[in-house]
């Protein structure tokens, strides 16, 4: 399996890697698995602007083929239908490893399907770093930290996780991710990268995915109460996608393994968050109670000091700003009658 230079041959004895004067930043291969979902295919939009290759990896489980449709044409993206947890040969120069459902209802709908992505497909991930030599990125998540005696959480926290419970194959299986990309680190020198990312909204979310910004929104538009589970105290911290992807990028392009935390620290109550999506789509919304489910963290926020110091990357849109981007997305498609 020959396989091109990660990029031009650069002098290594010193100093930090700087490419030659005069000649143009060559353009990357990149696969970005889960490509097709929510926050892939935002990723992927950013690197083929940039002026990279992309292969996408997605057995379209959440993800939409509606989401890339509008990069069919591009001879520099390439989109392959395929399930992570199955090996796959592939030669690229970076590798951003995303493919996994995010919302709570999604994974917890085939527990088993979810921990044997999260540990059989980052670990066959991880196999074609180490052979094509490849960077290799992981998005991992804040519910590493589970249900947090910390707060607001910052990356050197363990965590408070229940192994035995409803998210666990999420939780746990994130956790088992970062675990192989460490030791697939240390012990098989691949470059990595850990992104902790925190809740995250905006246009592409799935209508029907179950996560409280998507459904407060799909529900004001339609009309219909939002639903608040228990008493809605309970708090989160939401970023925009724009941003979160710029933090993946830094991330990718910096040198720095992390973990880092990815989110924004602005902390909301549910109570709060359905005041906001109130004032943005319908003054005449109104919120109904349901029950929690099982597990909910109590609390939520990022402590984003190390990402500010080691990549320069902080959140620049704010709820009430990013809020309205993603209520005009979903306003169009409930309207063309998707579901
Ligand atoms: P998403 O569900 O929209 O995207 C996940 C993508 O992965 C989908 O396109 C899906 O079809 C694909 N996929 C799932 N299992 C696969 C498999 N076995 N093989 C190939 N493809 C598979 O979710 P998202 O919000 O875009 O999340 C992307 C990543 O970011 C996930 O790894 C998630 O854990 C992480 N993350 C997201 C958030 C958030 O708030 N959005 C928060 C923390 C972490
Ligand atoms: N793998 C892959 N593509 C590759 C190289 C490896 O999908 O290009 C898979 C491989 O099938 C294995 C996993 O990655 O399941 C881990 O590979 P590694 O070489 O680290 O371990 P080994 O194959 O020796 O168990
Ligand atoms: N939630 C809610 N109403 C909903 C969906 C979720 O009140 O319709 C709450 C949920 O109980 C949790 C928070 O919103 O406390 C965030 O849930 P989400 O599923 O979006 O993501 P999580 O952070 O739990 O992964």
């Known amino acids: 399996y020959s396989h091109r230079p990660r990029s031009i041959p650069i002098p290594t004895s010193t100093g930090p890697k700087r490419i030659p004067v005069g000649l143009k930043k060559p353009s990357k291969r990149i696969v970005v698995t889960g490509g097709a979902g929510f926050v892939g295919s935002h990723l992927v939009d950013r690197l083929l602007d940039r002026g990279d290759s992309v292969i996408v990896i997605d057995n379209f489980f959440t993800g939409r083929k ?16 395929h399930d992570v947890v199955e090996p796959i040969l592939l030669e690229v120069d970076q590798i951003y490893h995303l493919a996994c459902p995010a919302s709570p209802v999604h994974y917890k709908y085939n527990p088993i399907k979810t921990i044997k992505t999260n540990v059989m497909g980052t670990l066959n991930m991880l196999g074609l770093a180490k052979r094509i030599g490849a960077r290799f990125l992981l998005t991992s998540t804040s519910e590493v930290y589970g249900d947090p005696l910390e707060h607001p959480q910052k990356e050197t926290y363990w965590g408070h996780v229940n ?3 409803v998210r666990s194959c999420y939780d746990e299986g994130k956790r088992t991710a970062e675990t192989l990309t460490m030791d697939y680190h240390r012990g098989a020198d691949v470059e990595v990268r850990i992104a902790r990312i925190f809740n995250t909204y905006g246009p592409r979310m799935c209508l029907d995915d179950g996560r409280v910004v998507s459904n407060f929104v799909a529900q004001a538009i339609r009309k219909q109460p939002m639903t608040v589970y228990g008493d809605g105290k309970q708090t989160r911290s939401f970023q925009y996608v724009s941003d979160l992807v710029e933090g993946l990028m830094a991330l990718m392009e910096g040198e720095h393994i992390g973990p880092f935390n990815l989110g924004n620290p602005g902390e909301f109550t549910m109570l709060e968050l359905a005041e906001v999506v109130k004032e943005t789509i319908d003054p005449s919304a109104t919120i109904e109670f349901k029950e929690n489910t099982a597990d909910d963290p109590h609390k939520r926020k990022p402590d984003i000091s190390k990402a500010k110091e080691l990549l320069n990357w902080e959140p620049k849109v704010p709820l009430h700003e990013g809020l309205p981007l993603m209520v005009s997305d979903f306003q169009k498609r409930i309207l063309n009658g998707e579901k």
């Open 66 to 81: 509606d989401n890339l449709v509008h990069r069919f044409g591009d001879p520099r993206f390439e989109l392959i239908r």
């Open 163 to 165: 192994p035995i419970g």
